[in-house]
Each structure stands twice: as structure tokens, then as C-alpha cells.
């Protein structure tokens, strides 16, 4: 019984692995052209995006496989351990260094906010299964598949609450459900692109309007000129982007 307590969520985890290895390979030419978080902190690999992204593919499967059929456990287990702390190593490096990039493990364009803590998060149960694993090969008697699937599915719904794929696939704006709350306006704060144009074109510290459509979040802030232009962020879940707009002297009183 306790062996198979223990179980459940290292096989939970594999048939994750295992889903995610094949959605990378089922997509591989579409998302493996273009940037991602690993070629954003390593530009060196741009030219090979699709080789790394098919090869992050083939890795999850391979020890997604090798977790479920695998004896002993312990070897299986402890491929898992050391794929989940790499993934969280690879995740807290990359929000240190505030990296752009997409990555549909973040589901958003940028590692700052929520995102990176649900990635985080989710590295660290991975890591926990794995080591949960290692100790069930230590202990005497079979694993009962009521108390494997018991704990597969309740850690299996664990693992999806924090996933952005989960929740983009719902329709949540890539959003987990958890760690789903940020401050829209502080991420556009953060980006060199805006201390950049707050450096070149003065413009109002507080936005005079902001607004939601779809996903993407905007914020308009008045140019000091007094010219009619306004400076436009989008925060949506590709990337942050700015224009200058020339608004109508009609329509600013509007943005008052």
C-alpha cells in the first residue's frame, strides 16, 4: 500500500513528460523556428532552435519511458530527480536575469510575474515525485494499483493547477491556476524597452488610460509635449510591445 502511495506521482509525472515530449515533436516545426527561452539566454543556439527543441522533446519522452517501465526504480526515479532540477535551475537563472523569451512552460512572452513561479513550482514536484520514487524502491512489497492511481490522479491534478498549457487550453490567457495573479502594469515597468523610451520621449510616470482586449493588457501614458501624442504599451501573451500614437485633440480629454 505504501509503495503505492508513493508511486502514484512518478508515474503521474511521466505521463506528464510524456505528453509534453510529444506535443514538443508534434510541433516542432512550427514553435522549434522560432525564439524561446533557451535561445534567449543562449543566443549561440538560435541557429539550432529546432534541433534543441526536438532534442527537449525526445529527452522527456525518453525519460518519461524509462520512469514508467524502467527497473529498479530507483535508476527511473532518479532520471526524473535530475530533470526536474534542472528545469527549476534553468527557470530561477532565467527569472534572475529577467530573460525574454517565450516559452509555453511560462505561457507569457517574459519570465517575470506568475509564470515563472508556477514553472518553478511545478519543477519542484516533479523533483518531489521523482525522490519519492527513490524511497519506494527502498521499501518491501508491491505497489497496489488502487493506491497508484489514487495518488496519480489527485498529484496529476496538482500538477495541471500550476501548468500555463493547462490552462491556455481552457481558454485562461495561458494562465495556471495558481500563481494566475500579476500586475500587468509593474511587468512593463521592468522591461529595458520601456526604461528605453522613457529615457528618449518624456512622458506621464502614471498611465491616463488603460484597457483589456482579449489577452493583452494596454496602458497609455501622455507625451509632456502636450502635442496630442501618447506612448501605448500592449502586455499581451507573445511579448510587451510599445507604440507612439497621435491622438485627436477631441479624444484627450477621453484619456483624462
Given at each position: 500500500?505504501?509503495?503505492?502511495?508513493?508511486?502514484?506521482?512518478?508515474?503521474?509525472?511521466?505521463?506528464?513528460?510524456?505528453?509534453?515530449?510529444?506535443?514538443?515533436l508534434g510541433t516542432?516545426?512550427?514553435?522549434?523556428?522560432?525564439?524561446?527561452?533557451?535561445?534567449?539566454?543562449?543566443?549561440?543556439?538560435k541557429p539550432y532552435?529546432?534541433?534543441?527543441?526536438?532534442?527537449?522533446?525526445?529527452?522527456?519522452?525518453?525519460?518519461?519511458?524509462?520512469?514508467?517501465?524502467?527497473?529498479?526504480?530507483?535508476?527511473?526515479?532518479?532520471?526524473?530527480?535530475?530533470?526536474?532540477?534542472?528545469?527549476?535551475?534553468?527557470?530561477?537563472?532565467?527569472?534572475?536575469?529577467?530573460?525574454?523569451?517565450?516559452?509555453?512552460?511560462?505561457?507569457?512572452?517574459?519570465?517575470?510575474?506568475?509564470?515563472?513561479?508556477?514553472?518553478?513550482?511545478?519543477?519542484?514536484?516533479?523533483?518531489?515525485?521523482?525522490?519519492?520514487?527513490?524511497?519506494?524502491?527502498?521499501?518491501?512489497?508491491?505497489?497496489?494499483?488502487?493506491?497508484?492511481?489514487?495518488?496519480?490522479?489527485?498529484?496529476?491534478?496538482?500538477?495541471?493547477?500550476?501548468?500555463?498549457?493547462?490552462?491556455?487550453?481552457?481558454?485562461?490567457?495561458?494562465?495556471?491556476?495558481?500563481?494566475?495573479?500579476?500586475?500587468?502594469?509593474?511587468?512593463?515597468?521592468?522591461?529595458?524597452?520601456?526604461?528605453?523610451?522613457?529615457?528618449?520621449?518624456?512622458?506621464?510616470?502614471?498611465?491616463?488610460?488603460?484597457?483589456?482586449?482579449?489577452?493583452?493588457?494596454?496602458?497609455?501614458?501622455?507625451?509632456?509635449?502636450?502635442?496630442?501624442?501618447?506612448?501605448?504599451?500592449?502586455?499581451?501573451?507573445?511579448?510587451?510591445?510599445?507604440?507612439?500614437?497621435?491622438?485627436?485633440?477631441?479624444?484627450?480629454?477621453?484619456?483624462?
Amino acid at each position: 500500500m505504501v509503495v503505492g502511495l508513493l508511486r502514484g506521482p512518478l508515474y503521474a509525472t511521466a505521463i506528464l513528460l510524456l505528453a509534453a515530449g510529444v506535443s514538443k515533436l508534434g510541433t516542432i516545426t512550427a514553435v522549434g523556428n522560432r525564439d524561446n527561452l533557451l535561445t534567449a539566454m543562449a543566443p549561440r543556439l538560435k541557429p539550432y532552435r529546432s534541433i534543441v527543441f526536438g532534442g527537449l522533446g525526445i529527452l522527456e519522452v525518453g525519460v518519461a519511458v524509462i520512469a514508467l517501465v524502467i527497473r529498479p526504480k530507483w535508476i527511473s526515479a532518479g532520471a526524473v530527480v535530475v530533470l526536474g532540477v534542472a528545469f527549476v535551475a534553468f527557470l530561477t537563472v532565467a527569472r534572475k536575469r529577467h530573460v525574454v523569451g517565450s516559452c509555453a512552460c511560462l505561457g507569457r512572452g517574459t519570465t517575470a510575474g506568475y509564470s515563472s513561479a508556477a514553472g518553478i513550482v511545478r519543477g519542484a514536484m516533479v523533483v518531489f515525485s521523482g525522490c519519492m520514487g527513490v524511497v519506494s524502491d527502498g521499501l518491501r512489497g508491491k505497489a497496489s494499483p488502487l493506491a497508484v492511481g489514487l495518488t496519480g490522479c489527485a498529484y496529476g491534478m496538482g500538477l495541471l493547477v500550476v501548468s500555463p498549457e493547462f490552462g491556455a487550453w481552457l481558454g485562461r490567457c495561458k494562465r495556471p491556476f495558481v500563481f494566475a495573479m500579476y500586475d500587468a502594469l509593474a511587468e512593463v515597468r521592468r522591461t529595458a524597452q520601456f526604461r528605453l523610451i522613457r529615457d528618449t520621449v518624456d512622458f506621464a510616470v502614471h498611465p491616463s488610460d488603460q484597457w483589456t482586449s482579449d489577452c493583452t493588457a494596454y496602458f497609455s501614458f501622455p507625451c509632456a509635449s502636450d502635442d496630442g501624442r501618447v506612448v501605448v504599451f500592449s502586455n499581451g501573451p507573445s511579448a510587451i510591445q510599445a507604440r507612439i500614437v497621435d491622438m485627436p485633440p477631441e479624444l484627450l480629454p477621453a484619456l483624462g
